[in-house]
């Protein structure tokens, strides 16, 4: 994703998520995200329900993440086999909230 991609989703997450997202930030922060895995499944969940952004781009790209999820599962060591499916999956989140793709 773009940086500015990056920006508007953390930011709407915050917005829309803020005691999960900072109890998870908190958790990382400590140094040990295997112990964060509570925290993190509570920020999934609001975000997945709660972030506009995040449940347009679950509803309007689910093709392209569907995609890159089996490349990802059928290529566990070269992950770099995935590049053209996470692009597509960039490209689509960063329309579906109307977010310019820089360089």
């Known amino acids: 994703m773009s ?3 990056d ?3 953390v930011e709407d997450v915050a917005r ?6 900072l109890a998870y930030h908190q958790c990382l922060a ?4 295997s112990k964060c895995l509570k925290e ?4 999934s969940s609001c975000v997945r329900t709660e972030v ?21 599962k059928e290529n566990t060591n070269i992950r770099t ?6 692009q ?5 989140s960063a329309k579906s909230i109307n977010a310019k793709e820089s360089e």
């Open 7 to 9: 920006q508007a989703l």
């Open 3 to 5: 940086m500015l991609l």
């Open 52 to 72: 506009p952004s995040f449940v347009k781009i679950l509803s309007e790209c689910a093709h392209h993440m569907k995609e890159y999820e089996n490349c990802i």
């Open 81 to 86: 086999k995935c590049f053209d499916q996470l």
């Open 88 to 92: 597509a999956v960039r490209q689509c």
């Open 40 to 43: 993190q499944e509570q920020l």
């Open 30 to 33: 400590k140094g040990d995200a």
């Open 16 to 21: 829309f998520c803020p005691n999960y997202f």
